[in-house]
C-alpha cells in the first residue's frame, strides 16, 4: 500500500513585507495608484502630482521595516500597507499646516472669493483656482473689524453698503400725518415720483420690505433765507443780531476774525434751530408734521434706505456676502508635496511608522492574541502594538499643533515686541560713549 502524499495548508498570513520598497509604476511599485486610496500625489492627472512623493513612499518601506524589526520578524504587512500610510500622513500633515494658516488670516480673508472643491479637496473652480493661496502671504485687511464698522456707520449716516434713496410725498393743508411706509412703496410700484413725476431709481425694490427713514425735508422759498452763504449775509452788518435777512452783496465791512467765529458758530446754532419751520415725529415711519401744514409747500422729501436681508449679495457690486464666512469655505487646497519641508518630512515619515504600526496590530489581532505552532504556539503584540500606535499618533499631533500655535502670526508679533523689550533694557544699561571732535 502506498503511503499518501499529504499537502497540509498554513492557517497564517503568507504575507512579508520587503525590506526595500520600488518606485516602479506597476506591482508594487510605489509609482502604482493601486496602493492609494486617494492617489493625488501619484496621479499623474493631478495637479500635485509629485516623484519625490513616491521616492519618499519607497523609502518609507525600508523605514518601517528596519524600525518594526523585519530583519528579525516578519512583519506581517504589505508594501501597499506602507505606501496608504505615508499618503495618509503627507494629506494629515497638511490639514494641520492648512488650520494653523486659516487661523493667521481668515479674519483678513472675510467676505472675499471662495471656491469649488473635488473629493480629493482641490480646487476646481472660483476666482482663486490654481493660485495655492494657502502658500501665500496674504495683506492684512481686518475684513471682521471692517464689516463691523460698517455696520455702525450704516446707522449713523456715514458710510456703509446701504445705497440712500430720495422719495417724495404730497402734502395735503391740514393734514399732520403720512404713511411714509405707504406712500413710499407705491412709489416703488408705480414707478413714478409724485414731485417730479418721472420714475424713480427705487422702482420695485420695496414691496413689503420695510424703508428706514434718514432724513425729511422740504424746500424753502426762492428768496434766500440763510445767514451764511455766498449772498446769505456774511459781513453785511458785522453783528449777530439779525437771522434770515435777504442778500445785500453791496455792503460789506471790515471785522474781526474773532467775530467770524462767533458768526460762523451761529451758523451752525441756526441750522439745527431755525433752519425750517417745521419739525417731526417720527414712529414706525408714521410721520407727524409740526405745526400742521397750511399750504405754504405742495411736497416734502424724505432720504431712506430699503433693509435688506444681511446674507444678500449686491445684484450690481459684490459686497463680499457670498465670499469667505469660515473655515471651511477658506480656498485652500491640500499642500502640494514639494512644498514640505525637511522638518514636515521627518514629521510624516514618524506618523506613518505609527499608522503601520496600529496596521500591523490590528492584522495581529485577528489571531486572537497567538498563533499554533508545531507543538506549541506563538504570543503576538497585538495590544502593545496598537496602545503604542495610538499614543505615537496622538504624541506627533499635539506636537505639531504646539509649534504651530507658537508660530501664529500673533504669537510673532508678541514675540518681536518682547524682543524689542528686553533689547531696550540691555541698552538702557550701556553707557553711551561720548563724542570727540
Known sequence: MALPTLTPVSTTSKVILTSTGSTAATGNGAASTDHYPFSIYTNTSSPLYDTNFVSGASDQVAYVYKKLGGDVLDVELTVGNVYTAYEEAVLEYSYH???????????????????????????????????????????????????????????????????????????????????????????????????????????????????????????????????????????????????????????????????????????????????SHYSFELYNNKLRINPTPWGFISHMWVQFSINKEPWTEDSDRKNGTDGINNLNTLPFENIPYKNINAIGKHWIRRFALALCKEMLGQIRGKFGGSIPIPGDSVSLNSSDLLGQAKDEQAALKEELVKILDEMTYKALAEQDADMVTAIDKVNSNIPMMIFQG
Open 97 to 275: 499646516i492648512n488650520k494653523h494658516q486659516a487661523k493667521n488670516v481668515l479674519g483678513s480673508l472675510l467676505g472675499f472669493a471662495t471656491g469649488t472643491f473635488d473629493h480629493d479637496g482641490q480646487m476646481t473652480g472660483g476666482d482663486a483656482s490654481g493660485s495655492a493661496v494657502n502658500l501665500a502671504f496674504p495683506s492684512f485687511k481686518i475684513e471682521y473689524a471692517r464689516r463691523v464698522g460698517e455696520g455702525f456707520s450704516e446707522e449713523a449716516g456715514v458710510g456703509g453698503h446701504n445705497t440712500f434713496y430720495s422719495a417724495s410725498f404730497a402734502i395735503t393743508a391740514g393734514i399732520q400725518d403720512y404713511d411714509l411706509q405707504a406712500a413710499i412703496s407705491s412709489s416703488s410700484a408705480n414707478n413714478t415720483d409724485p414731485a417730479a413725476g418721472a420714475g424713480v431709481p427705487y422702482a420695485n425694490l420695496v414691496g413689503n420690505k420695510k424703508v428706514k427713514i434718514h432724513r425729511v425735508f422740504y424746500k424753502t422759498p426762492g428768496s434766500m433765507w440763510r445767514f451764511y452763504g455766498y449772498y446769505g449775509g456774511l459781513n453785511v452788518v458785522g453783528n449777530l443780531n439779525h437771522y434770515g435777512q435777504y442778500s445785500d452783496d453791496t455792503t460789506f465791512e471790515i471785522i474781526p476774525v474773532w467775530q467770524n467765529k462767533l458768526q460762523a458758530m451761529a451758523y451752525e446754532d441756526h441750522l439745527w434751530t431755525r433752519l
